[in-house]
């Protein structure tokens, strides 16, 4: 069970939001490739970026943020990262950059053909995002509910050779209320990709419960505010994550 830290850019700065409000936010740092380095030295396998402006503009606006997080972290370890990413240039570019995974969300959903042009162009570099509140999936930075379901789309996105899924449940994230374990079971459960479970890391009982159902598919956890406010140790749960499924 892999523990990412989530790094949300807005305006330059290392930020999360309350169920992706933008109004709703808590600033972390001033500095994103101090808070790379800062995850990097505790032992993170993996970062997570978010554009956050990008999500709501619909085209990169925390570019250099995300540049200099890349020379901070080398290739020492795989860094992703979604928001705004709608055409196959940008993807090339945030590749060329040194990114290892592109995270495509609110494009999947909407143009079903851009996700498939990008997994058959850079195959093995595309995961997709599905944002969902009570099995729906959202878009446009959580701002619409779509009538799809989850699952349904997760199997189609599948067949275009998507990486894995990232899997938020939006009425939990930035809430520390708890990961929905059921939810993101029943998704891995569908499917033969790795699903990363995210939205409402409330603590080490979180991690836990997501180790208890490793087997279903479920790779990892994205890490927001609850590494950020205490109320979950990075070093400490990536320890018992490790001990629980044995690396």
Known sequence: MLLIPAIDLKDGKCVRLEQGDMSAVTTFGDSPSAMARRWLEAGARRLHLVDLNG????????????????????????????????????????????????????????????????????????????????????????????????????????????????????????????????ATVKLAQSLTIPVFASGGLNGLTDIEKLCAVATEGIDGVICGRAIYNGALDFVTAQKRADELNGG
């Open 55 to 182: 999500a709501f503009a619909g085209k990169p606006v925390n570019e250099s943020a995300v540049k200099a997080i890349l020379r901070e972290v080398g290739d020492k370890i795989p860094v992703q990262l979604g928001g705004g990413i709608r055409d196959l240039d940008t993807i090339e570019r945030y590749l060329d950059d040194g990114l290892s995974y592109i995270i495509i969300g609110t494009a999947a959903v909407k143009n079903p053909g851009f996700l498939k042009d990008a997994c058959s162009a850079f195959g093995g570099h595309i995961i997709v995002g599905l944002d969902a509140k009570d099995g729906k999936v959202a878009t446009d930075g959580w701002s619409k509910l779509t009538g799809h379901e989850v699952v349904d789309l997760a199997k189609k996105f599948e067949d275009y050779g998507v990486e894995g899924v990232v899997y938020t449940d939006i009425g939990r994230d930035g809430m520390l209320t708890g990961i929905n374990v059921d």
